[in-house]
């Protein structure tokens, strides 16, 4: 229902709140299945939570169902059967029960109480309780739509997205490139600062859990790496073509990026489309990995690959990428340092941040998933 609302407001400021509802709704029903035992408390405040999100006058409509569980399953139930309709039937099912939450200072009040929430159902010691009803009610509430056709092969370990870049699957075909894309730079407006990304991650850390079929699953998750574990905090070395050391005491300060993830984010979107993995890449841009591909990648390297440089006489891969398309606009404002900060050059503060992330980054690639032939 957010990604519906999201895709027909013009107002971007609510956009990202409807991102922000289907990405917090990603993250309960992830917490709901990787833990065989949620505390009912907090459970219950997350689903209090989303209840705040119906419309009043659906909230009337359904006053007789006294229980908030209740409540919420019936409305999920109806939802299911929605999306299965023309796209109007569906607009008309968001707006006439997700209440418009206009006030900015309601929406920052909702997505601290929800991000704290999560937080703590992630960090909480499990407690046991039974009957297990808040997990159930969680995990039915927030579950994907596509959950009841996504058939997940449980006896086949998860598919990282760089073993699928290389091995060149043949399913990532223009229309199978869209989606994660776009889902994946949801994950980087959303989890930008916290555990989720940190420094370091990478194609390998968005995993495809395997489908009965053969085909490639759209849905990629993002593997949280393991309580205290910490990815490599120093940038991989690595050698131009005339075996000079490029590193971090080798840069210029101007060169290191505002937001390191969309420095990840446009690796990973450049590794999609041209179904190649970085490292091939800056490789036959005469940049070789010294120390292996694993550890955060300096801008400057990513740079060289996709615009090119003057040393290697090369093209830079942004010639395989058409100029005139919204995949291209993502990749090049993600690597522009100078749209993540302020024209002091001081810090974006952090909904500032956001909002930029999301106009600058998720919107055109949501128009690249509509709009196929840009």
């Known amino acids: 229902m957010a990604m519906i609302a999201r895709l027909n407001d013009r107002n971007s400021e609510m956009g990202i709140f409807y991102s922000h509802i289907g990405a917090c709704c990603t993250r309960l029903h992830s917490e709901a299945q990787l833990s065989s035992r949620l505390d009912d408390a907090l459970a219950d405040r997350a689903l209090v939570l989303l209840d705040s999100l119906i419309a009043q006058h659906g909230l009337q409509e359904l006053q007789a169902i006294v229980t908030l569980h209740s409540r919420l399953q019936l409305l999920n139930i109806c939802w299911k059967d929605v999306k299965k309709q023309q796209d109007d039937v569906k607009l008309n099912f968001v707006r006439r029960w997700l209440k418009p939450v206009a ?78 894309s776009l889902i994946i730079a949801h994950n980087v407006l ?55 050391k490029v590193d971090d005491e080798g840069c210029d300060p101007d060169l290191s990026h505002p937001c390191p993830a969309l420095v990840t984010l446009a690796v990973i979107l450049m590794e999609i489309k041209l179904k190649k993995p970085f490292r091939k890449m800056a490789e036959e841009h005469g940049i070789h990995f010294v120390n292996g591909s694993d550890g955060p990648i300096l801008l400057l390297v990513v740079d060289q690959v996709f615009n090119g440089g003057e040393e290697s006489h090369q093209d830079g891969w942004r010639t395989q990428i058409p100029e005139n398309t919204h995949l291209f606009t993502a990749i090049e404002n993600c690597l522009d340092c100078e749209l993540w900060e302020e024209e002091d050059s001081t810090s974006l503060d952090p909904k500032a941040l956001r909002l930029r992330i999301y106009e600058n980054v998720v919107h055109p690639l949501e128009q690249h998933l509509i709009h196929r032939r840009f």
């Not at 997940?152 to 869209?178: D, P, V």
């Not at 759209?218 to 309580?227: D, H, Q, S």
């Open 103 to 180: 006030s900015q200072k309601d929406q920052e009040s909702w997505e601290r109480d929800m991000e704290g929430c999560i937080d703590q159902l992630s960090q909480h010691q499990p407690i046991h309780h039974p009957n297990g009803l808040a997990k159930l009610a969680l995990k039915n509430i927030t579950e994907p739509s596509q959950g009841h056709n996504f058939l997940i092969e449980e006896t086949t370990e998860a598919t990282s997205l760089a073993q699928y870049i290389e091995a060149g699957h043949t399913g990532l075909n223009e229309k199978t490139k869209r989606l994660p």
């Open 190 to 244: 959303h989890l930008n600062g916290t555990s989720w990304l940190q420094t370091g991650w990478g194609s390998s850390n968005i995993k495809f859990f395997q489908k009965a079929s053969s085909e490639i699953p759209l849905r990629p998750f993002i593997e949280r790496p393991a309580r205290g574990f910490q990815f490599a905090s120093s940038a991989i070395s690595v050698e131009n073509i005339y075996g000079e």
